[in-house]
């Protein structure tokens, strides 16, 4: 059976559609139709030529979807963060996964800008354009310095100029770099003062962003086009930065991360139930004639899909229960009130629910992938089935910042120690450890120490007053203090 052929899918009395609005459930159909026609076709041939999938959203442009959670005074959808959840689910399961990831990045640049476009009309030119323009956005948070540690950019740095800002930017990892028509960049602040806690984001078009030749190469999600970029001094107009100085680290937390680790555990489920759609077909209609049975009438293989199927419902309805919570903390998704209120930030809250769906949502996707190609046999292990895309593109969620590591160690480290344990930006020396260290040290090593931290052989200890009530101060020779402590304690 060919990819592109049509068969039958795990039935709709699987879904949870009481979640859904009936316009909710009349766009998926609407969304479903245009997979069928448009992405799931185009997405087999991206695979292949590593296009980049505009084609895919124009098709999602027609449906308004590129202002899906866009209030409609801006000319959006106004919809919310279950439909959200809806969309980038049945993109990924009848549609393209890598213009799952392209719309997932595209949404998450457009949130950032929804909560600080009060009044700000650069931003609101932009929300305007969205789906009439096809206008991509994308949103550049890397560095090449920290990894999948995005929120930490050190090679980075923005300046005030008389007329706006002077933005420095250099990211190793931009989901659509160079083809995005905008970008939503963080950097350190302005004021930056050595603390990486301090950031700032802006507003960067396309032709103020440095991109070499697309030669993004990959395992699978190919048409995804990821790679680095660089915003080399370019300045920008008072109205290009999203929010104020040193409102990056709220915006991550609040705009970004929730809505965004939500819409990709979305996709990922989609990319698992995309599995167990063609492992349905294939078991269903290979014959084992000398038995008589099916390969879907084998114990084994109703196990495999009953199991895999179970472990997706339960991370669906995760995900789903988390954009239920998003919603109800933000009045359904109301972007307008953060204008009304800009210290209004209810999804900070829930974070750390959204961590745990990113990573529940990757992780089955890998066994399911795994047990779907087990449950085809040799069929599966054929391009011609459409299995062993799936199983390269399914592998990406894990290693996406981010990786299951990181929200594994966050969970863990959070719950048995509190939240203020993270540290994000390494500010809080871990005394323990530091001393436990120290005590490893000769008396020769700790002086070295010393004078390395100190970065000098000198240094100042305190002032005196000379006869003429000048203030002098004294400074002090650490080398003969760490030889003579005695003479040190004399003085």
Same mark, same amino acid.
């Given at each position: 059976m060919a990819e592109a052929e049509a068969f039958d899918r795990i039935g709709a009395d699987w879904d949870p559609d009481w979640l859904l609005t009936?316009?909710?459930?009349?766009?998926?159909? #609407?969304?479903?139709?245009?997979?069928?026609?448009?992405?799931?076709?185009?997405?087999?041939?991206?695979?292949?030529?590593?296009? =980049?999938?505009?084609?895919?959203?124009?098709?999602?442009?027609?449906?308004?979807?590129?202002?899906? &959670?866009?209030?409609?005074? =801006?000319?959006?959808?106004g919809e919310n963060h279950v439909c959200v959840a809806m969309v980038l689910e049945t993109i990924g399961r009848y549609g393209c996964p890598s213009t799952a990831l392209v719309y997932t990045m595209h949404l998450l640049s457009v949130s950032a800008l929804l909560f600080r476009a009060e009044g700000n009309p650069e931003i609101e030119a932009v929300l305007r354009r969205l789906n009439d323009d096809v206008f991509i956005g994308t949103a550049s948070y890397s560095d090449p310095e920290t990894g999948s540690h995005f929120w930490y950019p050190m090679a980075?740095?923005?300046?005030?100029?008389?007329?706006?800002w002077r933005v420095h930017k250099k990211s190793s990892w931009t989901t659509s770099g160079g083809f995005a028509d905008f970008y939503v960049a963080q950097t350190s602040s302005p004021d930056f003062?050595?603390?990486? @806690?301090?950031?700032?984001?802006?507003?960067?078009?396309?032709?103020?962003?440095?991109?070499?030749?697309?030669?993004?190469?990959? +395992? /699978?999600?190919?048409?995804? #086009?990821? /790679?680095?970029?660089?915003?080399?001094?370019?300045?920008?107009?008072? &109205?290009?930065?999203?929010?104020?100085? /040193?409102?990056?680290?709220?915006?991550?937390?609040?705009?970004?991360?929730?809505?965004?680790?939500? +819409?990709?555990?979305?996709? =990922?489920?989609?990319? !698992?139930? !995309?599995?167990?759609?063609?492992?349905?077909?294939?078991?269903?209609?290979?014959?084992?004639?000398?038995?008589?049975?099916?390969?879907?009438?084998?114990?084994?293989?109703?196990?495999y899909v009953g199991e895999c199927l179970m472990d997706t419902?339960?991370? %669906?309805? =995760?995900?789903?229960?988390?954009? #239920?919570?998003?919603? #109800?903390?933000?009045?359904?998704?109301?972007w307008t009130r953060h204008g009304r209120e800009p210290d209004w930030t209810p999804r900070t809250n829930l974070l750390h629910w959204t961590w745990m769906s990113k990573f529940i949502s990757c992780k089955n996707v890998y066994n399911v992938l795994d047990k779907m190609l087990q449950a085809c046999g040799g069929s599966g292990y054929k391009t011609s089935l459409g299995l062993e895309r799936l199983l %390269?593109?399914?592998?990406? /969620?894990?290693?996406?910042?981010?990786?299951?590591?990181?929200?594994?160690?966050?969970?863990?480290? @959070?719950?048995?120690?509190?939240?203020?344990?993270l540290d994000y930006w390494n500010q809080v020396p871990n005394e323990g450890v530091l001393n436990n260290e120290l005590k490893k040290l000769d008396e020769d090593a700790k002086r070295d120490l010393i004078l390395g931290l100190f970065e000098a052989e000198c240094v100042r200890f305190g002032e005196f007053t000379l006869a003429s009530g000048k203030q002098s101060p004294i400074y002090v020779d650490l080398r003969r203090v760490i030889s003579y402590p005695d003479l040190f304690q004399q003085v």
């Open positions: 009936d316009a909710q459930k009349e766009l998926r159909a #609407q969304l479903i139709e245009i997979c069928n026609t448009t992405l799931h076709p185009n997405a087999i041939e991206f695979d292949k030529t590593y296009e =980049y999938p505009r084609r895919n959203m124009e098709a999602l442009a027609s449906l308004g979807l590129l202002a899906l &959670h866009v209030p409609k005074k =801006y000319g959006g959808l980075s740095k923005a300046e005030k100029t008389d007329d706006g003062n050595g603390d990486f @806690a301090n950031l700032s984001v802006f507003l960067v078009m396309k032709d103020e962003i440095v991109t070499g030749e697309s030669n993004w190469s990959a +395992m /699978g999600m190919r048409g995804n #086009q990821s /790679g680095p970029i660089e915003i080399n001094g370019v300045e920008v107009n008072k &109205h290009r930065m999203v929010g104020f100085p /040193g409102d990056g680290a709220t915006s991550n937390d609040e705009a970004l991360d929730p809505i965004g680790l939500t +819409m990709f555990a979305a996709s =990922y489920n989609g990319i !698992a139930l !995309a599995a167990m759609d063609i492992a349905k077909g294939q078991t269903t209609r290979k014959v084992h004639k000398d038995v008589g049975m099916r390969v879907a009438d084998y114990p084994t293989i109703q196990d419902e339960a991370s %669906r309805l =995760y995900t789903f229960g988390v954009a #239920q919570a998003l919603d #109800q903390a933000t009045d359904n998704c109301d %390269r593109d399914g592998k990406a /969620g894990w290693v996406m910042g981010p990786t299951n590591e990181v929200l594994r160690q966050f969970v863990g480290k @959070a719950a048995l120690l509190g939240m203020d344990s």
